[in-house]
């Protein structure tokens, strides 16, 4: 019985409801979506949530060990790197961060996926490198998050 419930909270928690983040305004939005040339010497870095599974759930983001915010469903961040380097790209997970390196080409545009799975108490989160095909279809359809927000240390 025991083990009926705690699946269920986790199906709940993972299904349910729908948290939000704070906005930019339509305006930045839209303007990120042009996916313009990146500043001298950087790369453009889009990192997204495009999935409704955990739509309760927020899960942080951090780019070198910086935090970029806090993700919910349908809402990206744009950031730009520094280019021809390598970065660590983190999100929080369930019982620590998963991270992946991501080596940057100046000039260049980067997607990066953030998804929820399935955890033994919550949802987890992991991150991927996308197509840039892929991500800019994507990031069309979402919304532009406000940065600098994180509720845990990376």
């Not at 997607?111 to 108490?121: R, T």
Request: charged share 25%; with cysteine.
């Amino acid at each position: 019985m025991f083990k009926k419930s705690l699946l269920f909270v986790a199906a709940v928690t993972l299904f349910a409801g729908c948290s939000s983040v704070p906005l930019e305004p339509k305006e930045l939005s839209e303007q990120a979506k042009q996916f313009s040339a990146p500043s001298d010497g950087m790369a453009g870095l889009y990192i997204y949530r495009d999935s409704m599974l955990g739509a309760a759930l927020k899960k942080d983001v951090w780019v070198d060990g910086k935090c970029v915010g806090e993700t919910a469903p349908k809402v990206f961040f744009y950031t730009e790197v520094e280019g021809n380097k390598e970065h660590a790209i983190a999100t929080e997970s369930e019982f620590s961060a998963n991270e992946l390196k991501l080596e940057t080409q100046t000039g260049k545009h980067y997607f990066v996926e953030q998804y929820i799975k399935l955890g033994a108490f919550v949802g987890g989160a992991n991150v991927e490198v996308v197509s840039e095909e892929e991500g800019k279809k994507a990031v069309s359809a979402l919304k532009l998050a406000k940065q600098g927000k994180c509720n845990s240390q990376l």
